[in-house]
């Protein structure tokens, strides 16, 4: 869009208190207002405005829900076997270089309140490794114990691609191969009042917010890197977020059942602890597997229990998938097929008298999981909450980084318990994703050792 065009679009808008703005500015601040705005599409926003207004939900409820196909848990035999078929038909998915991993860290990371990209927040329990580093070491050590390449692309925000980026390099990739490391940045969208105004955030740039996690999906393809891992043989890929250190990467169980499956869009789920925890739901809606988000969801079905008096609508959603590059692609295919969803946000912004001040707003955003029901196929793996999931979201309390410690050292201390190794209640153990990826790893590594642990303990 040229500048004449945007102006236009703005007066047709009724976004006066802008063009005012703008003409006010000298011509080097002129210039760069319009080469801010180029990057950003306002004809969406203001689209997104109306229908939000005319209050068009994205999901209905007024749908029928029922209780999704799952796989379980493995607890009888058939199921281990099963566990272990899947393990090995994934296992041979990576080492034929058809998966790629894709990390979102575009987060803002608000309610953590660390000034810097989430990843690189310190959180295992004795080294202090950074999620960045959790997270790359496995993909390492995935890569090495498959001998095979595996991409690691990582999306992050205009507001913390650089540092992003500068952290991984002052960190030496964490010892990947830096040319199968990939960063691209997500869009933004502006931010912009119930009214429909649109707000500045300084002088020459609008109030803008990261467009969602879902916006991964669009990104994907517009930086030509989902077309790139195509053309390269690539055909899955598994996504997850930066903020859980407990995350499998690539797990070949999952792989495997997400191809036997010949799933499009994969999920993994673990059971909700509580009626009222604040967790998407994964579902059945009128036939289509779905993630509801708890606050979508509603009290009648958040709180239904079956025969047993076990909540009914178990699943809660780990934001883990697999996702085949295909199905990503179909998702461009006319424009962006994900809905956007409407947030209410409190933003500081730039007035027109030049002070700062405070208003509500509204900010459009996408989510991954409404890939689901847009998938031919689907598949859903329930997974121990305790082995995979432990997100760092807050600063303190449930989903912080105390608890992610604490999940963090019992994991470990389970598995060197299988390994015939106690661990005294009060010391500390942290086991390198480059020591072992798994359990079995461990357990293989050190069984028949008789390691005596007498203090804090690293495995490395
Ligand atoms: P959250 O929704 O938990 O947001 O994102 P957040 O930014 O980490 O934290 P708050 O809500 O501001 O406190 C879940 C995952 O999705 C990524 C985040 O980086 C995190 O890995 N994400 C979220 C994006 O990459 N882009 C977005 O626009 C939103």
Same mark, same amino acid.
Not at 84 to 98: C, D, F, H, T
Not at 283 to 308: P, Q, R, T
Not at 319 to 330: G, Q, R, W, Y
Not at 351 to 356: V, Y
């Given at each position: 869009?040229?500048?004449?065009?945007?102006?236009d679009?703005?007066?047709?808008?009724?976004?006066?208190?802008?063009?005012?703005h703008?003409?006010?500015?000298?011509?080097?601040?002129?210039s760069?207002?319009?080469?801010n705005?180029?990057?950003?599409?306002?004809?969406?926003?203001?689209? *997104?405005?109306?229908?939000?207004c005319?209050?068009?939900?994205? +999901? !209905?409820? &007024?749908? /029928?829900? $029922?209780? %999704?196909?799952?796989?379980?848990?493995?607890?009888?035999?058939?199921?281990?076997?099963?566990?272990?078929?899947?393990?090995?038909?994934?296992?041979?998915?990576?080492?034929?270089?058809?998966?790629?991993?894709?990390?979102?860290?575009?987060?803002?990371?608000?309610?953590?309140?660390?000034?810097r990209?989430?990843?690189?927040?310190?959180?295992?329990?004795?080294?202090?490794?950074? *999620?960045?580093?959790?997270?790359?070491?496995?993909?390492?050590? +995935? !890569?090495f &114990?498959? /001998?095979? $390449?595996? %991409?690691?692309?990582?999306?992050?925000?205009v507001?913390?691609?650089?540092?992003?980026?500068?952290?991984?390099?002052?960190?030496?990739?964490?010892?990947l191969?830096q040319?199968?490391?990939?960063?691209?940045?997500?869009?933004?969208l502006?931010?912009?009042?119930?009214?429909?105004?649109?707000?500045l955030?300084?002088?020459?740039?609008?109030?803008?917010?990261?467009?969602?996690?879902?916006?991964?999906l669009?990104a994907?393809?517009?930086?030509? +890197?989902?077309?790139?891992?195509?053309?390269?043989?690539?055909?899955?890929?598994?996504?997850?977020?930066?903020d859980?250190?407990?995350?499998r990467?690539?797990?070949?169980?999952?792989?495997g059942?997400?191809?036997?499956?010949?799933?499009?869009?994969?999920?993994?789920?673990?059971?909700?602890?509580?009626?009222?925890?604040?967790?998407?739901?994964?579902?059945?809606?009128?036939?289509k597997?779905?993630?509801?988000?708890?606050?979508?969801?509603?009290?009648?079905?958040?709180?239904?229990?079956?025969?047993?008096?076990?909540?009914?609508?178990?699943?809660?959603?780990?934001?883990?998938?697999?996702?085949?590059?295909?199905?990503?692609?179909?998702?461009n295919?006319?424009?962006?097929?994900l809905?956007?969803?409407?947030?209410?946000?409190?933003?500081?912004?730039?007035?027109?008298?030049?002070?700062?001040?405070?208003?509500?707003?509204?900010?459009?955003e996408?989510?991954?999981?409404?890939?689901?029901?847009?998938?031919?196929?689907?598949?859903?793996?329930?997974?121990?909450?305790?082995?995979?999931?432990?997100?760092?979201k807050?600063?303190?309390?449930p989903?912080?980084p105390?608890?992610?410690?604490?999940?963090?050292?019992?994991?470990?201390?389970?598995?060197?318990?299988?390994?015939?190794?106690?661990?005294?209640?009060?010391?500390?153990?942290?086991?390198?994703?480059?020591?072992?990826?798994?359990?079995?790893?461990?357990?293989?590594?050190?069984?028949?050792?008789?390691?005596?642990?007498?203090?804090?303990?690293?495995?490395?």
């Amino acid at each position: 869009m040229d500048n004449r065009a945007i102006l236009d679009l703005l007066q047709v808008k009724n976004q006066d208190h802008i063009i005012h703005h703008v003409d006010r500015l000298p011509p080097n601040k002129k210039s760069k207002f319009f080469q801010n705005c180029n990057d950003l599409d306002l004809d969406l926003v203001f689209r *997104l405005h109306n229908e939000c207004c005319a209050s068009k939900t994205t +999901l !209905s409820l &007024r749908g /029928n829900i $029922k209780v %999704p196909r799952i796989v379980s848990l493995p607890v009888r035999e058939n199921e281990r076997k099963s566990h272990y078929e899947s393990k090995l038909v994934g296992e041979s998915l990576i080492s034929n270089g058809k998966v790629a991993v894709l990390i979102v860290a575009g987060g803002q990371g608000v309610r953590l309140g660390h000034n810097r990209p989430k990843g690189t927040f310190p959180v295992s329990p004795i080294m202090k490794k950074t *999620l960045f580093q959790l997270l790359s070491e496995q993909v390492r050590a +995935l !890569s090495f &114990r498959y /001998n095979a $390449k595996i %991409p690691l692309l990582i999306m992050t925000s205009v507001e913390n691609h650089d540092d992003t980026v500068l952290f991984f390099d002052t960190h030496n990739f964490f010892g990947l191969d830096q040319n199968s490391v990939y960063f691209f940045q997500q869009g933004m969208l502006p931010t912009i009042t119930p009214e429909g105004k649109l707000l500045l955030k300084d002088e020459t740039s609008l109030f803008v917010n990261p467009d969602g996690h879902g916006g991964s999906l669009s990104a994907l393809n517009k930086s030509g +890197l989902l077309d790139m891992l195509m053309e390269q043989g690539f055909s899955e890929l598994f996504y997850c977020q930066i903020d859980n250190p407990l995350v499998r990467i690539a797990d070949p169980v999952f792989l495997g059942y997400h191809s036997q499956a010949n799933s499009q869009c994969s999920t993994k789920v673990v059971r909700r602890q509580r009626i009222d925890e604040k967790v998407g739901v994964y579902v059945s809606l009128d036939g289509k597997d779905a993630i509801l988000e708890y606050s979508d969801f509603g009290g009648k079905h958040m709180e239904a229990l079956d025969d047993n008096g076990e909540i009914l609508y178990w699943a809660g959603n780990t934001a883990i998938h697999i996702m085949n590059l295909s199905f990503v692609k179909t998702l461009n295919t006319h424009g962006f097929a994900l809905p956007y969803h409407c947030a209410n946000k409190n933003v500081e912004i730039l007035d027109s008298k030049g002070t700062r001040k405070n208003v509500d707003a509204w900010k459009f955003e996408t989510f991954v999981f409404d890939a689901i029901p847009f998938a031919e196929r689907t598949c859903c793996m329930e997974v121990d909450r305790s082995e995979e999931f432990s997100p760092v979201k807050n600063k303190s309390g449930p989903d912080s980084p105390s608890t992610a410690h604490e999940s963090m050292v019992k994991l470990h201390k389970r598995w060197l318990h299988d390994a015939g190794i106690i661990v005294p209640h009060e010391r500390l153990v942290e086991i390198s994703p480059l020591f072992s990826l798994d359990r079995e790893e461990l357990i293989s590594k050190l069984k028949g050792t008789n390691m005596q642990v007498e203090s804090d303990l690293y495995l490395a």
